[in-house]
């Protein structure tokens, strides 16, 4: 049965704190919150659902988000119409960047934030990760373009860090050739 995710609000100091490695192996309770997470991102994206239950499209979910001082990412990525790959990366790094930089054109958004923030967020094009998986194997996920954005939106929030931290103040938005929006 599907449970709605108890997401925080921006204004909750332990988005604000660096996350703490996970250990393995990882606990029922939090093995239950990976497969709850991934439902959750799963169903925001699908029309159907997201309706159904009043959700907020999203494709990504840090532990902190959850209230839970862990490093531990989930990305539910949209492929293809309706087909999903699932990144669950435990202690994420990323290892290497490419030096092309990226913003979303429409800007970022995020399940924490509640409300609209104009600006663009520069972004690597491309990452590479490294972490474990939920059963400790060590994994490595490269990602280009919107992927790429996720892995590094969700990372910051195991740092603390927010995306509208990465914005501009004052000059929020980039002009066509200084960066390529996608």
Do not use: W
């Not at 840090?62 to 990412?73: D, M």
């Not at 490595?140 to 603390?160: K, P, T």
């Amino acid at each position: 049965m599907f449970k709605k995710l108890d997401i925080l609000d921006e204004k909750e100091p332990i988005l604000r704190e660096i996350a703490k490695d996970a250990t393995f192996p990882l606990s029922k309770k939090e093995k239950n919150l990976i497969k709850q997470t991934v439902d959750h991102l799963t169903y925001s994206q699908i029309e159907e659902y997201e309706k159904k239950y009043d959700l907020r499209p999203g494709m990504g979910m840090a532990f902190p988000q959850l209230g839970i001082s862990k490093r531990i990412i989930i990305i539910v990525h949209e492929y293809d119409d309706g087909k999903f790959d699932n990144y669950v990366v435990i202690n994420p790094k990323i290892v290497s960047n490419s030096s092309e930089i990226i913003a979303a054109e429409a800007g970022e958004g995020c399940l924490s934030v509640n409300r609209d923030v104009d600006g663009h967020v520069p972004r690597y094009a491309r990452v590479t990760v490294e972490g474990f998986d939920e059963d400790g194997n060590m994994i490595r996920v490269r990602a280009r373009e919107e992927l790429a954005i996720a892995f590094q939106h969700e990372i910051d929030h195991l740092n603390g860090i927010l995306f509208f931290d990465k914005i501009n103040k004052d000059k929020p938005f980039f002009k066509e050739g200084e960066i390529r929006l996608i």
